[in-house]
């Protein structure tokens, strides 16, 4: 079976730090890799895809990146966090096509 | 855009039939309609999706309209468990899914 693993589940920075977020997902092969964002209380903002390895289209211009450096793994990166950057960062997956999305469990990050 | 319009919030009661509505007028033919929900502190679960004929699952039940412009997310026996927020989204192929505001469902002990 499949499973999506996401760390780490919560996390506290300071301001100016940078930020590593890693997903890898097992059972399956090129998958559709997504990273979301859900500010306090809001709905979920699309940050980054990716189709492929080495491929990322980005949806919101920020000060965040994202790679694909193998088939299962895909990482959200910052140089340097801001306070608007705290939220709930999830990595999801999906199969081509129109099948279903799996997401992982979430990293709460909170930049003081 | 999440291209689909849900109302803001419902209430059940517990033990009773829940349906949750959706509109998406400008679906296009090869769209599929997929239903998600996200428990408080969690990340998004996906329910059931369709494209035209009517679906059951173990969670869920969902109706399409003939004219595909909209659909509706049955829980036949709503339970405290069921209280989250539900997403209907159009699934483009291979585009990323775009979350709406969904409804936030309660339900009533």
């Known amino acids: 079976s499949q499973t999506i693993h996401q760390w780490p589940a919560t996390l506290v920075q300071p301001v100016g730090s940078p930020l590593s977020l890693e997903c890898t997902v097992e059972?399956?092969?090129?998958?559709?890799l997504y990273w979301y964002r859900q500010a306090a209380g809001r709905g979920l903002q699309l940050l980054f895809y990716?189709?492929?390895?080495?491929?990322i289209s980005s949806e919101v211009p920020q000060n965040l990146s994202a790679s694909r450096p193998q088939d299962r793994q895909f990482i959200l990166s910052s140089k340097k966090l801001l306070l608007s950057d705290s939220g709930f960062y999830l990595c999801?997956?999906?199969?081509?096509?129109?099948?279903?999305?799996?997401f992982g469990q979430g990293t709460r990050l909170t930049v003081v | 855009d999440a291209k689909t319009t849900q109302p803001n919030s419902m209430e059940s009661n517990e033990e009773e039939p829940v349906h949750l509505p959706c509109n998406h007028s400008t679906i296009s033919g090869t769209d599929y309609i997929h239903w998600y929900r996200q428990l408080p502190s969690q990340g998004p679960e996906y329910v059931i999706h369709g494209l035209t004929s009517n679906v059951n699952n173990r969670m869920a039940s969902l109706a399409i309209a003939e004219d595909r412009k909209s659909s509706t997310l049955i829980l036949h026996r709503a339970t405290l468990r069921d209280a989250a927020v539900y997403y209907c989204?159009?699934?483009?192929?291979?585009?990323?899914?775009?979350f709406g505001k969904g409804t936030r469902l309660s339900v009533i002990a």
């Open positions: 989204i159009r699934n483009s192929g291979n585009t990323p899914l775009v």
């Open positions: 059972g399956t092969s090129n998958p559709n």
């Open positions: 999801a997956w999906k199969r081509r096509a129109y099948t279903e999305a799996f």
């Open positions: 990716s189709v492929g390895i080495g491929q």
